[in-house]
């Protein structure tokens, strides 16, 4: 979009600052993630083929944004002083999956979570044989899950309890960031990992709000933070040669895959312009035709949906 | 964990999706493989440059279709300031705003054309043409005209009859060149405002 500067304006754009984060907003974040994946499931959107999928996704986000409002129910254990200083001076993730101690009630989270969903009426009964699976799981083996997913290791992780036990972590994280000071996250010198947990990112999204209208941040896959990269930067490999831009022809030009010729690699990226509802785990996910084309072009993901995962 | 592994994980396709989360829920990926048999990817580009009419030197976000591996031609649709640019963020000018328009105005200069003195229109002529007779000209220009010494004696060599406007996107590097080009030859009036 164009915008044309009326006199006096130029003085106030110049000392506009780049804003760097962006923290969730824990009363939104997952219900507009559910609101999105029913969207994207209607007739003529993008996710129609796989909108029973989708729809089941929609349910699981709005579990979420419940089992969110009722984390607080035992005090949430947030990073002190001591741990920013670490995290500053040793330029790490301030709550980083790898080294932050998580509590129980991402557990809680999670059998929360649960219970939700098999409340549902008419939930397929592969579904329901898969949540109970879950519930049957010890704290331990939740655990060994856990740390599994977060790492991102695709040969031990069960692809079929994967995306509750993701989504019971998510809302911990989303938790964890919603509260943080902003000033207590500093840059890494990793510009691809969340400043706040170290995870990949799922997306990135060019927003159109005026304070951030053309900015491209990156969506944690986790925790929702939003953090700038600058536009036409792969954010796998960061280089800014054969970068290109490849969508669905007569799709929607709210969804594009930023690729790369240098590593080959890609990750969606999401135009607020085209689309203002766009969200970014829920138009990755629900843009599956675009992932099974550029795979045939090639490509491959710079890193998994974290509410869908693949056995190699 | 080896590459192959992490290469095949990242990779979506029918077969990987067969033991996806979404198969083990018990939901098909059939629908899904077969509309993409219909479907056609569409390549663009985005490209960072300066906008080239005045010294503010703008950053630019120039978006065009079409592969330039592929052989076919690239065409810009549309240009918006570079959000991330210091400079600018974002912003234009109204004359920076329709540079789409100048990108492909009809009117755009193409190759080098000559008005003869006295003459009402413009012929075309070749590249080697126009570089030859500005090479002469400047040649009779500054042979005549060139001051190696000033009234007092002092050694200046200056060439005042002859000026060159250079391009504001110029690069450092352009610009180096630029001047190491026109102040060997003595010239002291060179600008760099494409606008005036």
């Known amino acids: 979009m164009q915008r044309i500067l009326e006199p006096g304006q130029i003085e106030t754009f110049a000392q506009r600052d780049i804003p760097r984060l962006r923290l969730p907003d824990r009363a939104r974040v997952f219900s507009a993630r559910a609101e999105r994946l029913r969207r994207q499931s209607e007739a003529g959107a993008i996710g129609h083929a796989i909108r029973d999928y989708l729809h089941l996704m929609a349910h699981l986000a709005d579990a979420q944004q419940a089992a969110l409002e009722s984390i607080e129910s035992r005090p949430l254990e947030l990073p002190g002083d001591e741990d920013i200083a670490h995290a500053q001076a040793f330029h790490m993730p301030l709550v980083s999956v790898a080294s932050w101690q998580r509590q129980a009630q991402w557990q809680q989270a999670l059998a929360s979570i649960c219970s939700s969903l098999t409340a549902l009426p008419n939930l397929p009964a592969q579904v329901l044989l898969v949540t109970d699976h879950v519930c049957a799981l010890t704290a331990q083996q939740l655990e060994a899950q856990a740390d599994n997913l977060l790492a991102v290791q695709p040969l031990q992780v069960d692809t079929a309890t994967a995306p509750f ?26 510009p691809g990992v969340c400043p706040t947990c170290g995870t990949l990112p799922v997306a990135s999204i060019v927003r159109a709000d005026s304070r951030h209208q053309g900015l491209r941040y990156l969506h ?15 954010s796998h490999c960061q280089t800014t040669q054969g970068i290109s831009y490849q969508s669905i022809e007569d799709g929607p030009r709210s969804i594009r895959a930023e690729c ?27 843009s599956l035709s675009l992932d099974l084309l550029l795979s045939e072009a090639g490509y491959r993901r710079a890193s998994p949906n974290p509410l869908l995962w693949q056995q190699p | 964990m080896s590459d192959m592994t992490r290469r095949q994980f990242l990779a979506i396709t029918g077969s990987t999706l067969a033991g996806s989360s979404l198969a083990l829920l018990g939901f098909s990926p059939g629908q899904a493989l077969a509309e ?23 950053g630019l976000l120039m978006y065009s279709l079409g592969d330039k591996a592929k052989n076919a031609t690239q065409s810009i649709f549309h240009i918006e300031g570079d959000p ?44 080697d043409e126009a570089m030859e007779r500005v090479a002469r000209l400047m040649k009779q220009d500054r042979d005549a005209n ?7 004696g002092q050694t200046v060599n200056r060439w005042l009859t002859t ?19 026109i102040r060997s030859l003595g010239v002291l009036a060179f600008d760099n405002q494409a606008r005036v």
């Open chain 2, 84 to 127: 991330d640019h210091p400079v600018n963020r974002g912003t234009l000018c109204p004359k920076g705003a329709g540079l789409i328009d100048f990108v492909h105005s009809p009117n755009r200069l193409k190759y080098p054309e000559y008005r003869a003195p006295g003459s009402d229109r413009w012929q075309r002529i070749s590249w």
């Open chain 2, 36 to 58: 993409v048999r219909q479907f056609k990817l569409s390549r663009a580009t985005e490209t960072r440059n300066t906008c080239p009419y005045c010294s503010v030197s703008c």
């Open chain 1, 220 to 234: 944690c896959a986790l925790c929702a933070t939003e953090w700038h990269m600058v536009r036409v930067k792969c």
């Open chain 1, 260 to 286: 790369c010729d240098t590593c080959r690699t890609y990750r969606k990226i999401l135009y607020q312009e085209d689309d203002v509802a766009v969200e970014p785990v829920a138009d990755d996910l629900a």
């Open chain 2, 163 to 181: 000026g060159m406007l250079a391009a504001s996107a110029s690069s450092n590097e352009a610009g180096y060149i630029t001047h190491k080009v």
């Open chain 1, 165 to 190: 036990i993701m989504a019971a972590l998510q809302v911990y994280w989303v938790a964890l960031a919603s509260r943080t000071n902003i000033d207590a996250i500093h840059e890494l010198d990793v």
């Open chain 2, 146 to 152: 060139f001051i190696a010494k000033n009234a007092d």
